[in-house]
């Protein structure tokens, strides 16, 4: 006999773990299950914990402006200290091009609310000491974003969740669910049991397109990974998190990104040109050469820096490049949160927010018009048929 919920959380990682808290602050009965040891073991552990609200649309920028909401008042909110440092994101341009995007995007940022400018060279210079000077053209700057531990947040949810009722079962995979009358969702079967519940939310993560395929749903989720790495501990001396959106001279990336956390420790990240497709986690050869020249060439200092690790974690992408948060209509009680395209941890409360708002009231947190473009049911292009 399968035991009874309000709620199954499927997937203990950015988006499953504030999902599970907040259905359970809401006074729901919520079981989360997760196929890893513990929880924040998937994706969430390789993040670099970098929390912006500077994207290019209206419905991320929403999520993350909530997302930054929440982790910025998390110590006071909770109780628990998860590292949040207001540091703020820098984007540097050098030439044209860079200057060009970085002021094009700067008008649906402020649009949606974004505390965010154009910047002039002296003040990037300010904000990142030791910047390449040469051709620096200025660059956008928002002072608001921030950076935090994945894992100390992880571990946060996870005690505030069971602090409320919630109940995790680890190391359980789910094999099956089960629908019933009009396709409305039942139970969730795993390799260790049977639990019933109304309401069941896929935050499969890399997973969310298996998840799916249990009750016949197409879910256009494809991994591929990206890499990162992390430094030894240096006196702290940068604020901001810094993206620098130039492709690589080499062509092997697209662009690249670095900060410094509370520790002192400078912690790194490629877009690599030529995606890496697939669930393979293991690292490569040519990620620190290809990295550390283009940090040494951006900030000549680093090439000082002692490289304690490097890692890899997986991108479950959509094919427009925009997360899926929405309910499944032809499935009453399934909800979806998942595509978070590499963005999952900077995302995931604000995800979490709309999921159990529109669990527990039937709307969304999000304006109506702008929730909907992140719809399960949206038109994908024809980029669709490439993750099939």
């Known amino acids: 006999m399968s035991k009874t919920y309000d709620a199954i959380v499927i997937g203990a990682g950015s988006v499953g773990l504030p999902t599970t808290l907040y259905l359970a602050n809401e006074g729901l009965k919520v079981l989360c299950i997760e196929e890893l040891p513990s929880e924040g073991q998937g994706q969430n552990k ?18 993350c402006l909530k997302s930054l909401e929440l982790f910025s008042s998390w110590e006071e909110t909770w109780g628990e200290n998860i590292e949040w440092k207001m540091g703020g ?10 200057e060009t ?8 940022q402020k649009a949606s609310n974004l505390v965010i400018d154009w910047v002039e060279p002296d003040r990037i210079k300010e904000l990142v000491p030791g910047i390449l000077p040469e051709s620096l053209k200025g660059g956008t700057f928002s ?12 571990a946060s949810c996870h005690t505030q969740a069971k602090a409320r009722g919630a109940e995790f079962l680890f190391n359980e995979t789910v ?12 139970k969730v079967v795993t390799d260790k049991g049977e639990y019933s519940a ?17 009750t016949g749903l197409y879910i256009p989720v494809k991994p591929d990974s990206h890499e990162a790495g992390i430094t030894a501990p240096v006196e702290p001396f940068l604020d901001p998190l810094v993206v620098d959106i130039r492709p690589g001279a080499d062509g092997k ?6 900060g410094q956390v509370k520790s002192g420790q400078i912690i790194f990240c490629y877009t690599p040109a030529r995606l890496f497709i697939g669930t393979d986690r293991d690292e490569t050869s040519e990620f620190m050469p290809i990295i550390a020249k283009r940090m040494i060439e951006l900030v000549p200092r680093f090439k000082n820096l002692l490289v304690r690790r490097v890692w890899r974690g997986l991108y479950p992408m959509t094919p427009d490049g925009v997360a899926i948060v929405d309910r499944v209509e032809e499935q009453p009680g399934m909800y979806l949160g998942v595509g978070m395209c590499g963005q999952g941890f900077m995302m995931g409360p604000g995800v979490a927010v709309n999921l159990v708002k529109l669990i527990t009231t039937g709307k969304p947190d999000l304006p109506a018009d702008v929730f909907n473009t ?3 049911k949206r038109d994908y292009g024809s980029k669709i048929e490439a993750l099939k």
């Open 46 to 63: 390789a993040a670099i914990g970098g929390v912006r609200a500077t994207h290019s649309d209206s419905a991320k920028i929403g999520i």
């Open 89 to 98: 994101y820098c984007f540097p341009a050098y030439s044209p091009r860079e």
């Open 101 to 108: 995007i970085l002021k094009n995007l700067l008008e649906i």
């Open 143 to 154: 002072p608001n974003d921030g950076q935090v531990s994945p894992l100390m947040f992880a």
């Open 175 to 186: 094999t099956a669910i089960e629908l019933g009358t009009g396709n409305r969702v039942e």
């Open 198 to 214: 109304p309401v069941i939310v896929n935050a499969a993560g890399a997973s969310a397109k298996q998840i799916g395929e249990m």
């Open 253 to 258: 990336t697209a662009n690249f990104y670095f």
């Open 374 to 376: 992140l719809s399960y």
